[in-house]
């Protein structure tokens, strides 16, 4: 039988825990900006990936809430959309992949995959105020009555 059409890699997984599987190191990547796994799914995350960053540069609530679907965490989906998005400064090839040698127990070939352009995760925060101290109440003076004998 031949392969011929079928896309993506198995994993050696059934659909639901692959499925799982790339959108975990999706998460991380984005959280990270760079991270150490087998080099065969580093590069199939970066298929996913690259995707999710152009709908994101699209903008708009209809591919916001997209994001939010595939990755299923709206944290990640937010410091997308808000903070890595916008600082990106190509059309496509937002990720790099560099051979990080062997692992030591099985030596399967790993790789790191990190983004081209650097992310400032600082820019698009909002600063945050400092809670108001709140203002020491002095319990109320009662009215002193002084009684006239």
Known sequence: MHRHGYKGRKFGREKDQRLALVRSLQISLIKNT?????????????????KLI???????LANRRLI????????SA?????????????DSGYLRIEHAGYRRGDHAEMG????VDE?????????EK????????????????????
């Open 34 to 50: 760079s991270i150490t796994t087998t080099l065969a799914r580093a590069k199939e995350i970066r298929r996913s990936t690259e």
């Open 54 to 60: 152009t709908i994101a540069k699209k903008g708009g």
């Open 68 to 75: 939010i679907a595939r990755l299923n965490d709206l944290e």
């Open 78 to 90: 937010t410091l997308l959309v808000d903070v890595i998005a916008p600082q990106v400064k190509r």
């Open 112 to 115: 790191t995959i990190s983004f």
């Open 119 to 127: 992310i400032d995760f600082t820019v698009g925060k909002k600063e």
């Open 130 to 149: 400092a809670p108001k101290k709140a203002a020491a109440k002095k319990p109320a003076k009662k009215a002193e009555k002084k009684e006239d004998k």
